[in-house]
């Protein structure tokens, strides 16, 4: 059964920080990786969906990036804002109907 | 621009009644699904379906019912609410499965 795991489970840091956050995850055979943020009592919001075949996206200060074979993705946040205050959730898709398999979430405050 | 729509945002019941949330998306998906997120645990899907008339279970099915009549909506039933059954439920759709995601705003269940 597939494992997702986020670390940190939280993380403070000053306005203007690069930071990364990690996500890793047990079955290598992913049909893609998903990153969502959450605002607290909020739906998820897609940020960067990533295919198998992908070793990275961006979306404006946000880049994820994939490494299948070892299980591993991570969201780099450049420059930080204190509007990215949220969760932020990494999600597998294992290409067949049963859905996404999640992790617990990080999540992340940034310090004006 | 609609995306999904989950109706009510917050609702309470007593343990033993029904209820149905709602979930609507006007994207044409063909894929629909329903979670539950609980703290510490991560979202859980519930049941999944790939397209009008094709339901199926997830992770966590048990006290839960669904029906796929249009490809717009699919509806969650609570059959008999048990306190257990206290998350927030999200309902999500893509376009087939194994594409970008995009999810609800919520529905926070409290069961008394």
């Known amino acids: 059964k597939q494992e997702v795991t986020q670390i940190p489970a939280a993380l403070s840091v000053p306005e203007g920080e690069n930071l990364v956050l990690n996500c890793s995850f047990t079955?290598?055979?992913?049909?893609?990786l998903q990153w969502f943020r959450q605002d607290p009592g909020k739906g998820l919001t897609s940020l960067l969906l990533i295919q198998s075949s992908q070793r990275e996206q961006t979306s404006g200060r946000l880049n994820a990036s994939l490494d299948k074979s070892s299980g591993r993705s991570t969201l780099y946040i450049a420059a930080s804002q204190p509007g990215d205050s949220a969760t932020y959730l990494c999600a597998v898709g294992g290409g067949g109907a049963d859905g996404l398999t999640f992790g617990k979430g990080t999540h992340l405050i940034i310090q004006p | 621009n609609a995306g999904v729509t989950q109706t009510p945002k917050f609702q309470v019941l007593k343990t033993g009644q029904s209820m149905t949330l709602q979930c609507a998306q006007d994207m044409n998906h063909e894929y629909m699904s329903w979670y539950r997120q609980d703290p510490g645990m991560g979202l859980r899907l519930i049941h999944y379906s790939v397209g009008a008339g094709i339901t199926d279970q997830g992770e966590v099915p048990n006290g839960y019912n669904v029906s796929r009549s249009t490809t717009e909506d699919f509806p969650l039933r609570l059959l008999s609410a048990a306190p257990s059954q206290t998350s927030v439920y999200f309902c999500?759709?893509?376009?087939?499965?194994?594409?970008?995601?995009?999810f609800g705003q919520g529905t926070r269940l409290t069961v008394v």
């Open positions: 999500a759709s893509s376009y087939p499965s194994n594409t970008e995601a995009f």
């Open positions: 079955d290598s055979a992913i049909y893609n």
